[in-house]
């Protein structure tokens, strides 16, 4: 205790230490030696992000069905780069839904994948963004053949997207 009193202008070898310390900080935080060190960690950062194995086929082109009361979303990677990955939604026509009902449910289906592949492939994701976002709306005949739709799409490997309807969603057309 009695050393916490002493008066430390007369001992030079406590001041090296504080000394030492602050000439490490201060090379350190230089902007010569933070700056590359922050775009360095950024970059190593970007490429770990793009070398993340992706569970899914790359090589098929994009597409995602809705179909009126259900919404199967399909995604099938394009390997041909002239052609951009489309979102295609597929929508049941023996619903008869009026067409605001057709264009919530294909809301519903958008969003739904988007979130979707948020979570499981956010590069085929980012494909899709950078090809303009393209979205083809289509129809089929009825359930067995939207079923069978979401079912070639899952044997080659993309990822489906159902919306089964609560029949609680109507925007005035």
């Known amino acids: 205790m009695f050393a916490s009193f002493r008066n ?10 504080k000394k030492q310390e602050k000439q490490w900080l201060s090379v350190s935080f230089k902007p010569e ?7 360095i960690g950024f ?13 899914k086929n790359a090589n098929s082109p994009s597409s995602r069905s ?3 009361n259900s919404v199967s ?17 597929v929508v049941r026509g023996d619903l008869k839904m009026g067409a ?6 294909c809301a519903h289906a958008a969003t739904g994948i988007y979130a979707e592949l948020i979570q499981s492939d956010r590069s085929l994701l980012r494909q899709w963004e950078q090809s303009g976002q393209a979205k083809i ?6 359930l067995q053949e939207m079923n069978k739709l979401k079912e070639s799409a899952d044997i080659v490997g993309l990822p489906t997207f159902v919306v089964a309807d609560a029949g ?3 925007v005035s057309s």
């Open 73 to 89: 979303k399909t995604r099938v990677l394009s390997g041909n780069t002239d052609e951009g990955l489309k979102m295609v939604l």
């Open 33 to 39: 030696n933070f700056i590359p060190g922050l775009v």
């Open 8 to 17: 430390n202008t007369y001992h030079s070898s406590s001041k090296q230490p």
């Open 168 to 170: 609680r969603t109507q």
């Open 100 to 105: 605001g009902k057709v264009a919530s449910q």
């Open 43 to 55: 970059i190593l950062g970007f490429i770990l992000d793009i070398a993340k194995p992706n569970n």
């Open 66 to 68: 809705i179909s009126g």
């Open 137 to 142: 709306v289509v129809t089929c005949k009825n």
